[in-house]
């Protein structure tokens, strides 16, 4: 049963990952929720997986929510790929403090973690960080939470 488990969470991931790679918001959405709800708990990286995907739909609020219950869930668990998840969450919800921002994207990249897990959590570029930083307080001064307006910036 843990097998056809392990298969079944691998299959959901690829095809959120296509969904992620097409842009297509309203299945990656659709996929992730429904893959939350029946794996979450085995595979704790893909709550912050769903945090980024809240800050690309202008859900800023939760993101920040599933970023801090992923890296509180993870503080305990010593191995590589939980401290690379833990550094991510930390790296997102520091955008701001660039002295938090290097530490923990050199540290991460120093693990030798799950290939799933470095492609799902991808620290973005230093020179997208202005663009994403930019754009997400531009987001919180309107104030706006169009899903329409999300593909648009779905580019994480």
Not at 51 to 80: H, K, N, P
Not at 90 to 97: A, E, G, H, K, Y
Not at 124 to 148: C, N, Y
């Given at each position: 049963?843990?097998?056809?488990?392990?298969?079944?969470?691998?299959?959901?991931?690829?095809?959120?990952?296509?969904?992620?790679?097409?842009?297509?918001?309203?299945?990656?959405?659709?996929?992730?929720?429904?893959?939350?709800?029946?794996?979450?708990?085995?595979?704790?990286?893909?709550?912050?997986?769903?945090?980024?995907?809240?800050?690309?739909?202008?859900?800023?609020?939760?993101?920040?929510?599933?970023?801090?219950?992923?890296?509180?869930?993870?503080?305990?668990?010593?191995?590589?790929?939980?401290?690379?998840?833990?550094?991510?969450?930390?790296?997102?919800?520091?955008?701001?403090?660039?002295?938090i921002r290097i530490s923990a994207?050199?540290?991460?990249?120093?693990?030798?973690?799950?290939?799933?897990?470095?492609?799902?959590?991808?620290?973005?570029?230093?020179?997208?960080?202005?663009?994403?930083?930019?754009?997400?307080?531009?987001?919180?001064?309107?104030?706006?939470?169009?899903?329409?307006?999300?593909?648009?910036?779905?580019?994480?």
């Open positions: 049963m843990k097998l056809f488990r392990a298969i079944s969470a691998r299959i959901a991931m690829a095809f959120i990952a296509s969904d992620r790679k097409d842009g297509d918001f309203v299945s990656l959405r659709r996929r992730l929720d429904s893959f939350l709800e029946k794996h979450g708990d085995d595979y704790p990286f893909m709550l912050a997986f769903d945090g980024l995907v809240l800050s690309s739909a202008e859900r800023g609020e939760e993101g920040t929510r599933r970023f801090t219950q992923c890296w509180e869930l993870l503080a305990d668990d010593e191995s590589f790929n939980a401290r690379y998840v833990s550094l991510f969450c930390r790296f997102m919800l520091n955008l701001q403090d660039e002295q994207r050199e540290e991460a990249s120093r693990l030798k973690v799950d290939s799933w897990i470095s492609w799902f959590l991808n620290f973005p570029p230093e020179e997208k960080l202005e663009d994403i930083i930019r754009e997400r307080t531009e987001k919180s001064e309107m104030g706006k939470t169009r899903q329409s307006e999300a593909s648009a910036s779905f580019d994480f």
